[in-house]
Nanobody, 115 residues
Framework: QVQLVEPGGGLVQAGGSLRPSCAASGSIFSFNVMGWYRQAPGKQRELVASITTGGNTNFADSVKGRFTISRDNAKNTVYLQMNSLKPEDTAVYYC?????????WGQGTQVTVSS
């Protein structure tokens, strides 16, 4: 069974930065995708960014140029560097790990950006 642990959310002023991380443990397939999704009140969960084992990345249009994603494959850890944060980035951020036929979620971490 896979566990995802997500420290690193918090409260920040607009224009600030945060760097949440997510560490996966358990039986993990070598080729996988780790990523971050977010869900704001009253909205659907949406992809923020993802990265494959090989380093291929994908970003939501709303965060391109502001967020970067990276991973340490040896530690099964993914990092989301969030810069130039906006109030509309406020949401619960969920870590995700998936490979063919498997999908796992973290418990979520609150990110609040004040104006």
């Amino acid at each position: 069974q896979v566990q995802l642990v997500e420290p690193g959310g918090g409260l920040v002023q607009a224009g600030g930065s945060l760097r949440p991380s997510c560490a996966a443990s358990g039986s993990i397939f070598s080729f996988n995708v780790m990523g971050w999704y977010r869900q704001a009140p009253g909205k659907q969960r949406e992809l923020v960014a993802s990265i494959t084992t090989g380093g291929n990345t994908n970003f939501a249009d709303s965060v391109k140029g502001r967020f970067t994603i990276s991973r340490d494959n040896a530690k099964n850890t993914v990092y989301l560097q969030m810069n130039s944060l906006k109030p509309e980035d406020t949401a619960v951020y969920y870590c995700n790990l998936q490979w063919l036929g498997y999908n796992s979620w973290g418990q979520g971490t609150q990110v609040t950006v004040s104006s």
